[in-house]
Each structure stands twice: as C-alpha cells, then as structure tokens.
C-alpha cells in the first residue's frame, strides 16, 4: 500500500491503495464515490468517464498512482454546489436517461467535450465513444446542442 493525494470533486483527498490499482476502484470502493459506472473495466464502454484535470478520461485504465497531485472530478462534483452544469440541466430538459447506468459517463463526456468546442456539430457529438445500450443517442445528442446553446 502506498498513500496517494489528490483533488477530488474540489477536496483534497488522500487514499491508501496499491500504485497500480485502477483509480475506478479506489473511487468505488476505497472512497464511496460511485458514479463512475463500471461497466467493461478495459477503456471501452466509457460508462467510469470522469475528468482528469478538465479532460475527459477513464478511470478504469487509469492507476492511482498517475493521479497523484491532479484533479480527478466524477458526476458528483460536476455541479456548482446547487446549482447544475448546463449539461445536466439539458439532460433533464431532454428526458434523456432511460435505466441511467451510462449516464454519468455520456454527462461527463457531454462536459469535456462543451469546454472543449462551445459549439461541436453532429459529427463531433457523434464521435463520442460512449456506450448506451438503451440507445439513448439521439436524446443525447439534442441535450448538447442545447447545453451548448
Ligand atoms: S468501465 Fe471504464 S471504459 Fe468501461
Ligand atoms: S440509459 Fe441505459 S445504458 Fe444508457
């Protein structure tokens, strides 16, 4: 075991976990976070998508020991205290969510991708690698745009 310090959703946050345990299983199971889903654990589905200093990336890839010092931030710390992220609010807006066990994932990528590219086409959304199996892609899509609006 070795102890790791970072940021978490704005906390600093200190955990002890070996250096190469994914970091969706220290959030998981060490600190209670969970809405980074698992849903593959090899960077595929893209349901554990969380920030890592802003950027969008898996944390089921992802050793603890390369977040040291960083900012992780998962859904849990995407709003602004009570106040939504636009992308949730749109989310609402649209009713997207069917079972939601991809949602946070599809939220925090929606995020990334917004800070990124304010104004991203179809194609750009399209280019999103997340996995829905309730095919809630058009929903997604629209909540967006709206958000980018
Ligand atoms: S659980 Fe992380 S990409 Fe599938
Ligand atoms: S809402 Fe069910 S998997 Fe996406």
Not at 51 to 71: E, K, M, Q, S, Y
């Amino acid at each position: 075991m070795t102890s790791f310090t970072f940021t978490l959703n704005g906390t600093t946050t200190t955990v002890d976990a070996p250096p190469d345990e994914p970091l969706l299983w220290v959030l998981r199971d060490r600190l209670g976070v969970t809405g980074p889903k698992y849903g593959c654990g090899v960077g595929v589905c893209r349901a554990c998508t969380s920030h890592l200093d802003g950027a969008a990336f898996n944390p089921c890839i992802t050793p603890v020991g390369d977040c040291a010092g960083r900012a992780v931030t998962t859904i849990e710390g995407l709003a602004d205290g009570a106040a939504l992220h636009p992308v949730q609010q749109a989310w609402i807006d649209e009713d997207v969510a069917q079972c939601g066990f991809c949602q946070p994932g599809q939220i925090m990528a929606a995020a990334a991708l917004l800070a990124a590219n304010p104004h991203p086409s179809d194609a750009d959304i399209d280019a999103l690698e997340n996995v829905c199996r309730c095919g809630t892609y058009f929903r997604i899509r629209r909540a967006i745009h709206r958000a980018a609006g």
